[in-house]
């Protein structure tokens, strides 16, 4: 036999026992992707709240963000300048929590809560509350106690807990007085000594936290998300184990969690993979991935915007989702809290560029209908803000619209200033010859919004 028929038949022998060994693992490799995809959000939860630690915050104390972000910012992509935030990542081991919302008559505010899995279990708010203010008792599973008389409780599936509030601010001119409005909310601890009886609340009382000295780490700073991708699957699958003791996973994902244990997988236990299992889960992980992206990445062709699924914030056992969300939106509203159409599209199906002109048109009495507020914000194709004359990186109902005679409004997205000088009060800027997309958020959305009766018109390109 020749040299070169003995190469190729070693080939074939290669690839026939490398087909053979994939056939062998395919239900690991399919176990190891549906267990990253399961998993991703807890660990990603852990690891920014760590990040977070280090250097934004102390855990269990009210973070107030007190400005928008703006061209430079490069943080977290699609940043909002609608709102500013409230944040906190508090532990329900070192709890009780008291979280106080006193009355807010001026300015439409969001407070949700959000367990390790990344489900919002409370949306404490101008939606769900009114606007006459509340007291909560944020608690976690394990605590039996006696709720105080005018608490309303919270109670938390797991111990962390992600607390990302948010207030409306009416552009850069407004931030007094929403710093006004942040500043009355309050996180304190609940001191519920044993010996003081439970029948009796006027005993027990809030105690506020008393501040540490801290200062952010000078390390240098690798986003979760860039974590996340750095992390080795036994690392990966170690951290998930562990992170489930305290943050028990819900009744419904008993099936998976009972296929993990063959592999010996459970949690509280150090995973210890063989060979095998490492390779048919890191295959699983990459797997996962792509699938993820692909899906991120498929978009309508007809001109028409893109929405999340209706389901956010509230998952079940849509354990693809969640995921997603996580790896490039950690911290989702519930949909009716607020809503997310976007597009990179115009009305042909071609990608939005600044070398264009686009009119997007709203006829009359067809504004997105919501009961707060409503904007459109451009991004570029990193999706972050772009920078442009008037620093105007979004536009929306709270700024001086000029509508037409028929009470229809036309809304100009180029990187130009529109030829009519009056039309430039609706002019969103993006930047000459680069690719752009928009994301409207519609803050506390209609119903017609949320069964899908009214959508975004598409973005009509004008040259």
Excluded: C
Aim: aromatic share 10%; glycine share 6%.
């Amino acid at each position: 036999m020749s040299l070169a028929k003995r190469i190729l038949l070693s080939a074939l022998v290669f690839v026939a026992l490398l087909a053979a060994l994939l056939l062998l693992i395919k239900d690991k490799i399919a176990l190891g992707a549906e267990a990253y995809l399961y998993g991703y959000p807890l660990v990603m939860m852990e690891t920014t709240r760590a990040h977070s630690a280090k250097y934004i915050g102390p855990e269990n104390q009210l973070r107030l963000v007190r400005q928008f972000p703006n061209a430079q910012f490069k943080d977290v992509v699609r940043p909002n300048v609608d709102t500013l935030y409230t944040t906190a990542f508090i532990s329900m081991k070192q709890g009780p929590w008291v979280f106080e919302m006193p009355a807010n008559q001026t300015r439409y505010e969001l407070m949700p809560f959000m367990d390790a899995w990344t489900h919002v279990f409370a949306s404490p708010g101008s939606r769900t509350s009114g606007n006459q203010g509340a007291t909560y008792l944020l608690a976690g599973p394990e605590w039996r106690g006696k709720v105080p008389e005018g608490m309303t409780l919270l109670r938390s599936p797991t111990d962390l807990v992600w607390l990302i509030g948010r207030t409306q601010t009416n552009g850069a001119a407004d931030l007094a007085t929403v710093h006004k409005l942040q500043n009355r909310l309050r996180l304190s601890k609940w001191d519920s000594p044993s010996s003081l009886p439970l029948s009796n609340p006027n005993s027990q009382k809030p105690v506020a936290p008393v501040a540490p000295l801290w200062q952010a780490s000078s390390e240098p700073s690798l986003p979760p998300v860039a974590q996340m991708k750095a992390m080795s699957t036994p690392d990966f699958f170690n951290r998930l184990m562990q992170l489930m003791v305290n943050n028990p996973p819900a009744a419904e994902d008993a099936p998976l969690l009972a296929r993990l244990a063959q592999v010996e997988m459970r949690p509280g236990q150090a995973v210890n993979i063989n060979w095998l299992h490492h390779m048919s889960f890191s295959i699983g992980r990459w797997i996962a991935n792509q699938r993820v992206m692909k899906a991120l990445n498929t978009k309508p062709q007809d001109g028409s915007w893109s929405t999340p699924p209706l389901n956010l914030g509230r998952y079940g056992t849509d354990y693809n989702t969640r995921a997603a969300v996580a790896m490039v939106g950690l911290g989702a509203n519930l949909p009716e809290d607020a809503l997310y159409p976007n597009t990179a599209l115009d009305h042909q199906g071609k990608p939005l560029n600044g070398q264009h002109r686009y009119r997007l048109h709203f006829a009359a009495n067809a504004l997105p209908p919501v009961k707060a507020f409503w904007s459109i914000t451009a991004y570029g194709a990193d999706e972050f803000l772009i920078d442009n004359s008037i620093q105007r990186f979004a536009i929306g109902d709270r700024d001086p619209l000029v509508f037409n005679a028929d009470g229809s409004l036309d809304l100009w997205v180029q990187a130009t200033p529109p030829a009519q000088k009056e039309a430039s009060a609706n002019w969103l800027p993006v930047q000459v010859g680069a690719p752009f997309l928009l994301n409207a958020r519609l803050y506390w959305p209609e119903d017609k919004a949320l069964n899908g009766q009214w959508k975004m018109p598409a973005l009509e390109r004008l040259d």
